[in-house]
């Protein structure tokens, strides 16, 4: 007897979108010459579109048949898979909509989920084409993983949904300031870094959480570290630790960077709250929102469709009594949920697609640029956390707030830029799905 045609495995159809300026502009080449060939080797069927301005791929998602394909991949940077989960989510059928699976190939400058998915392997870290390769191996091989977002609201009332993180302070800006060299690729946060690091900034703001009960802050494990004869980690390989010796800093850079400052200590993050929210001082910060912006009902309640916050109550309304509040001067604060914050910035080890968790890691001012140099370069291992630096927090949570009260500053959101203000997010464990192979 014959087999109904309906019953015989069809080829995987995948819609690939591709930003042909992500990082040096070198996607659509790469994709050709080594993606293609490999995809259409594992017997997958796909529609390739180039995004032709920014949103368009945001556009496309809201438009498409989702039961018509296995999967929606950006070929690019973090920031299109950020304009595909949005389009995804604003769609009347969200619901169903973000079950479907979301993939990575990564060909911009900022490459972090794909650097988790190729870490989630267990995968040596790589940059550029060789990262390429590896996620597009994954990519064939298929493997569907839940992927936490988090719901981040702005002080306009605005809800988008993320899934890398929030930052503030060192981190954004030089995200953002090396927007200027992004022809260099992920040099560009080498550089960036650099250009930071000469004139260190600190911030003063209001952090706020929500403990997770049921998770543990990280403690350092011991491991087995290779210490060069120096008796200093081997960092030569380090592109930050290049560069400081390409401008002949690095041998001396203890001198250059000047003494280390007596630490100073910090409250750990399992100690009750210092204080409840309303009898801070009132925010300094204005954030009028327009007419039709705020929901009726509180943050608490949807907008434009997606999962109700129910941890949330509006950026104007003091933060829930079980809550968390520390004031202080920060260098950054970085609310991660996924490994990585760059392909080769294992910024949290700790961290899976679907924890459930939100990171919360904040390096106190009062840090020497010489050990901020050795937490960011310890990064590229993940073994920053094991140097103890009492300047660095680790708290994870189920929702935070953050209230800058410094005037001038950088907020992104999964490395794109947002207004500047008060903004606050929640996760929602596993509500997107992740090719992950
Ligand atoms: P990178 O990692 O280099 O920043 P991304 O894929 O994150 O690369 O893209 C950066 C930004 O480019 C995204 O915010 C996206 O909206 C925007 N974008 C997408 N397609 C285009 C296009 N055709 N022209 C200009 N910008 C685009
Ligand atoms: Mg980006």
Same mark, same amino acid.
């Given at each position: 007897t014959d087999i109904a045609p309906s019953l015989l495995p069809r080829p995987r159809r995948l819609l690939l979108l591709l =930003?042909?300026? @992500? &990082? $040096? @502009?070198l996607a659509l080449q790469w994709c050709q010459t080594h993606v293609l060939p490999m995809i259409t080797e594992a017997d997958i069927s796909f529609n390739l579109i180039q995004t032709e301005r920014p949103n368009h791929a945001r556009e496309l998602v809201k438009g498409i =048949?989702? %039961?018509?394909?296995?999967g929606i991949v950006a070929v690019s940077g973090d920031g299109l898979l950020y304009e595909v989960l949005n389009g995804l989510m604003e769609r009347p059928d969200w619901k169903q909509a973000i079950k479907i699976p979301v993939g990575i190939l990564p060909s911009g400058s900022g490459n972090a989920l794909a650097g988790a998915i190729n870490c989630n392997a267990g995968l040596e870290q790589v940059l550029g084409l060789e990262l390429l390769l590896n996620c597009a191996l994954l990519l064939c091989h298929a493997a569907v993983t839940p992927l936490d977002l988090v719901a981040v609201t702005t002080a306009s009332g605005a809800r988008c949904f993320s899934c890398l993180s929030v930052a503030w302070g060192f981190i954004s800006d030089v995200d953002i300031e090396s927007e200027k060299y992004r022809h260099m690729g992920a040099a560009r946060f080498t550089l960036g870094t650099l250009v930071r690091l000469a004139s260190m900034h600190t911030y003063r703001g209001r952090l706020s959480y929500l403990p997770a009960a049921d998770a543990t802050a990280h403690r350092p494990i011991s491991r087995s570290i290779t210490v %060069? /004869? =120096?008796? $200093?980690?081997?960092?030569? $390989?380090l592109p930050l630790h290049r560069a400081l010796s390409d401008m002949g800093l690095c041998e001396e850079r203890h001198a250059f960077w000047g003494a280390e400052p007596a630490p100073v200590p910090c409250p750990s993050p &399992? +100690? /009750?709250?210092? +204080?409840? %929210? +309303?009898?801070?001082? /009132?925010?300094s910060f204005s954030f009028e929102p327009g007419p039709g912006e705020l929901p009726a009902g509180g943050a608490g309640e949807a907008r434009v469709g997606g999962p109700p916050d129910e941890l949330l109550v509006p950026l104007g309304q003091p933060v829930p009594g079980s809550w968390v509040t520390v004031e202080d001067d920060f260098v950054l604060v970085l609310a991660i949920y996924q490994s990585h914050l760059g392909a080769d910035l294992f910024a949290a080890p700790f961290a899976r697609f679907d924890d459930g968790l939100i990171h919360l890691c904040f390096i106190k001012a009062g840090i020497s640029r010489a050990a901020l140099v050795r937490l960011f370069l310890a990064m590229e291992k993940g +073994? !920053?956390?094991?140097?103890?630096? /009492? !300047?660095l927090v680790h708290v994870p949570v189920r929702a935070f707030r953050l209230e800058p009260l410094t005037r001038k500053g950088i907020l992104t959101v999964d490395g794109e830029r947002v207004e500047y203000g008060p903004i606050q997010g929640q996760v929602h464990r596993g509500l997107a799905r992740l090719i992950t192979g």
């Open positions: =930003n042909p300026f @992500g &990082g $040096r @502009g =048949n989702v %039961a018509e394909w296995d %060069a /004869p =120096n008796g $200093r980690l081997p960092l030569q $390989r &399992g +100690s /009750p709250p210092p +204080s409840s %929210a +309303s009898i801070l001082p /009132p925010p +073994s !920053h956390f094991e140097q103890e630096c /009492p !300047h």
